[in-house]
């Protein structure tokens, strides 16, 4: 089954992006749930602490590996130990919220999950160096994520069987992956990047296992869309801000191949950003992907279609007042690119 194929007919949707600010998970689905009508999402709340956070309860989803927090950041251990319970805890104590809220729903559903090679980035093996010098290891780690997405995926279906089921794979650290700039665990040097026709077969692999459409999700600048597209996804989400003419022609080859933009375009904190009236002017802030679309040459029709609009990040470090705000603008920014594609 493509993912193309498999994407939900999601016209002037919004969603968010994962991450949600306070430590109430009745909370945090509520609003997820209530605020995004047609693309609702499972919250994080890495307030909560190590194994709430995007490594820690990647790492609780792997199959036969475990990690635990050193003063360093997340390593691999022998066997599963507090921090791998935590984060199963918090899981399923997540994924109880999101049940209670969704009775009845039917329609696209958004999980999401730290993908493989942010995985390798952020967590050392056993001898304290990062599992991404070793091929080995980011195979392994792969593979395991594989399959502990698959038990996921078994588990939100069965809580919640009207379900579209989207997965987002979080990947932040991809960019620097392939360009030589993770930092050895001592912080000291770089380690060597990764090949992309590797780090391209890896995602592959973990995509066209899974029996969902997959977005791959990165906040940094320089996002491999073409890489991304060759490995299967059916979408890509990036904070807009970070986006040059560069990148162009990737962009309006992914649209005209089907491939759905989730457009970061709302703040995802109070900052000064949030205070610039960006808040207040739902069509507004989604100016730029209309100036983008003129650039291309794009259909506006498209528009609707092929774009998503969300935060430009998790909202962890917002309030919960700005946090339902957000949600609230780019459900209306998403409407206004309906609306007034022009």
């Known amino acids: 089954m493509s993912t193309e194929t498999a994407f939900p007919d999601l016209h002037g949707a919004a969603t968010g992006v994962g991450s949600m600010p306070g430590t109430d998970a009745r909370e945090a689905a509520r609003t997820a749930v209530g605020a995004l009508e047609h693309l609702p999402y ?18 609780g989803l792997l199959v036969e590996l475990f990690a635990q927090t050193e003063p360093s950041g997340w390593r691999f251990a022998d066997r599963p130990g507090r ?20 009775q009845g729903h039917q329609g696209a559903l958004k999980i ?39 038990r996921h995926l078994e588990d939100v279906r069965r809580r919640i069987p009207g379900a579209q089921v989207v997965l987002q794979l979080d990947e ?30 890896v995602l592959r692999s973990v995509i066209t296992a899974l029996d969902v459409p997959v977005l791959v999700h990165c906040c940094a600048p320089g996002v491999p869309i073409p890489l991304l597209r060759r490995a299967g996804v ?18 309006g080859e992914a649209v005209e191949a089907g491939t759905r933009i989730l457009a970061g375009v709302v703040p995802s904190t109070d900052g000064p950003a949030a205070q610039s009236g960006a808040v207040s002017d739902p069509a ?11 650039r291309l040459g794009l259909d506006p029709e498209l528009l609707g279609r092929r774009v ?28 206004s690119l309906v609306d007034n594609p022009e």
């Open 172 to 201: 932040p650290s991809l960019p620097a992956v392939l360009n030589g700039g993770v930092k050895t665990a001592s912080g000291f040097q770089r380690l060597r990047s990764v090949d992309r026709q590797v780090a391209e077969e």
């Open 234 to 251: 059916a979408g890509v989400s990036l904070d807009f801000a970070l986006l040059t003419e560069r990148d162009d022609d990737d962009l």
């Open 83 to 102: 921090d791998t319970r935590r984060a199963r805890s918090w899981l399923g104590e997540d994924l109880d919220a999101l049940e209670e809220f969704t």
């Open 42 to 59: 499972l919250p994080e709340l890495p307030a909560r602490g190590p194994g709430a956070d995007m490594i820690g309860r990647g790492a």
């Open 308 to 335: 998503l609009v969300t935060p430009t990040c998790g909202l962890a470090g917002a309030s919960p007042e700005y946090a339902r705000r957000a949600l609230s603008l780019s459900v209306k920014a998403a409407q």
């Open 112 to 150: 999401q999950a730290v993908g493989p090679w942010t995985l390798a980035a952020s967590i050392e093996t056993r001898n304290g160096e990062k599992a991404l010098r070793d091929a080995g290891a980011c195979r392994g780690i792969a593979a395991s994520l594989t399959e502990g997405l698959r």
């Open 284 to 294: 507004g802030s989604v100016q730029g992907v209309r100036t983008l679309w003129r």
